[in-house]
Protein backbone atom coordinates (compact mmCIF):
# COMPACT_ATOMS: atom_id res chain seq x y z
CA UNK A 1 0.00 0.00 0.00
CA UNK A 2 1.17 3.55 -0.83
CA UNK A 3 0.69 6.37 0.95
CA UNK A 4 1.37 10.13 0.23
CA UNK A 5 0.55 12.29 2.62
CA UNK A 6 0.84 16.70 2.32
CA UNK A 7 1.55 19.09 5.03
CA UNK A 8 2.46 22.63 5.80
CA UNK A 9 -0.09 24.46 3.59
CA UNK A 10 -1.93 27.27 5.49
CA UNK A 11 -3.03 30.60 4.80
CA UNK A 12 -0.50 33.74 4.33
CA UNK A 13 -0.37 36.98 3.50
CA UNK A 14 1.49 38.03 0.18
CA UNK A 15 5.05 38.00 0.17
CA UNK A 16 5.41 35.22 2.71
CA UNK A 17 6.58 31.93 2.86
CA UNK A 18 5.54 28.20 3.75
CA UNK A 19 6.79 25.06 3.66
CA UNK A 20 5.18 22.09 2.20
CA UNK A 21 6.53 18.63 2.96
CA UNK A 22 5.52 15.28 1.48
CA UNK A 23 5.50 12.09 3.61
CA UNK A 24 5.84 9.46 1.46
CA UNK A 25 5.63 5.39 2.27
CA UNK A 26 6.94 3.48 -0.60
CA UNK A 27 9.22 1.19 -1.80
CA UNK A 28 12.66 2.08 -3.51
CA UNK A 29 11.78 6.06 -2.89
CA UNK A 30 14.89 7.00 -4.32
CA UNK A 31 13.89 6.02 -7.94
CA UNK A 32 10.68 8.41 -8.40
CA UNK A 33 10.78 11.08 -9.89
CA UNK A 34 8.92 13.42 -7.00
CA UNK A 35 6.83 16.22 -8.52
CA UNK A 36 4.85 19.12 -6.79
CA UNK A 37 1.27 20.15 -8.84
CA UNK A 38 -1.41 22.77 -7.87
CA UNK A 39 -4.96 23.29 -8.68
CA UNK A 40 -7.09 26.21 -8.59
CA UNK A 41 -10.71 25.46 -9.11
CA UNK A 42 -11.74 26.45 -13.04
CA UNK A 43 -8.32 25.50 -14.16
CA UNK A 44 -5.86 22.75 -15.13
CA UNK A 45 -3.56 20.88 -13.32
CA UNK A 46 -0.54 22.83 -13.21
CA UNK A 47 3.42 21.21 -12.76
CA UNK A 48 4.94 23.22 -10.15
CA UNK A 49 8.18 21.90 -9.62
CA UNK A 50 10.44 18.44 -10.18
CA UNK A 51 13.33 16.17 -8.91
CA UNK A 52 15.01 13.56 -10.03
CA UNK A 53 17.37 11.86 -8.05
CA UNK A 54 18.58 14.31 -5.52
CA UNK A 55 19.42 17.29 -7.57
CA UNK A 56 18.16 17.18 -10.81
CA UNK A 57 15.00 20.01 -10.59
CA UNK A 58 13.06 22.02 -12.73
CA UNK A 59 10.25 24.88 -12.37
CA UNK A 60 7.36 26.37 -13.40
CA UNK A 61 8.16 29.42 -14.98
CA UNK A 62 5.71 31.42 -12.80
CA UNK A 63 7.72 29.86 -10.02
CA UNK A 64 11.23 30.20 -11.01
CA UNK A 65 13.61 31.74 -8.17
CA UNK A 66 10.95 31.27 -5.36
CA UNK A 67 10.16 27.72 -5.02
CA UNK A 68 12.58 25.34 -4.08
CA UNK A 69 11.74 21.23 -4.69
CA UNK A 70 14.07 18.86 -2.43
CA UNK A 71 13.89 15.58 -1.14
CA UNK A 72 15.39 13.49 1.40
CA UNK A 73 15.67 9.92 0.18
CA UNK A 74 16.61 8.79 3.73
CA UNK A 75 13.67 9.93 5.43
CA UNK A 76 10.78 9.35 2.31
CA UNK A 77 10.25 12.70 2.13
CA UNK A 78 9.74 15.86 -0.49
CA UNK A 79 9.37 19.55 0.19
CA UNK A 80 8.74 22.29 -1.45
CA UNK A 81 9.93 25.67 -0.14
CA UNK A 82 7.76 28.51 -1.45
CA UNK A 83 8.97 32.39 -0.69
CA UNK A 84 8.03 35.73 -1.99
CA UNK A 85 4.21 34.35 -2.45
CA UNK A 86 1.60 35.80 -4.42
CA UNK A 87 -2.31 35.65 -4.86
CA UNK A 88 -1.85 33.62 -7.15
CA UNK A 89 -0.11 30.95 -6.01
CA UNK A 90 -3.27 29.83 -4.17
CA UNK A 91 -4.40 26.84 -5.16
CA UNK A 92 -4.32 23.56 -3.57
CA UNK A 93 -1.07 21.51 -3.96
CA UNK A 94 -0.69 17.98 -4.30
CA UNK A 95 2.56 15.71 -4.29
CA UNK A 96 3.46 12.97 -7.10
CA UNK A 97 5.71 10.37 -7.64
CA UNK A 98 6.32 8.62 -10.42
CA UNK A 99 8.54 5.90 -11.71
CA UNK A 100 8.26 2.04 -13.38
CA UNK A 101 4.92 2.67 -14.98
CA UNK A 102 3.37 3.99 -11.50
CA UNK A 103 1.92 7.16 -10.84
CA UNK A 104 0.81 8.06 -7.09
CA UNK A 105 -0.73 11.03 -5.81
CA UNK A 106 -1.39 12.45 -2.13
CA UNK A 107 -4.44 13.95 -1.05
CA UNK A 108 -3.58 17.72 -1.24
CA UNK A 109 -3.03 20.63 1.15
CA UNK A 110 -4.51 23.89 0.51
CA UNK A 111 -2.69 27.38 0.25
CA UNK A 112 -4.37 30.58 0.41
CA UNK A 113 -2.26 33.64 -0.55
CA UNK A 114 -4.21 36.38 0.51
CA UNK A 115 -4.26 39.98 2.36
Known amino acids: QVHLVESGGGLVHPGGSLRLSCQAS????????ANWHRQDPGKQRELVAQIIGTDSTDYADSVKGRFTISRDNTKEMVYLQMNSLKPEDTAVYYCNLRALGNDYWGQGTQVTVSA
Open 26 to 33: IRDFYMYV
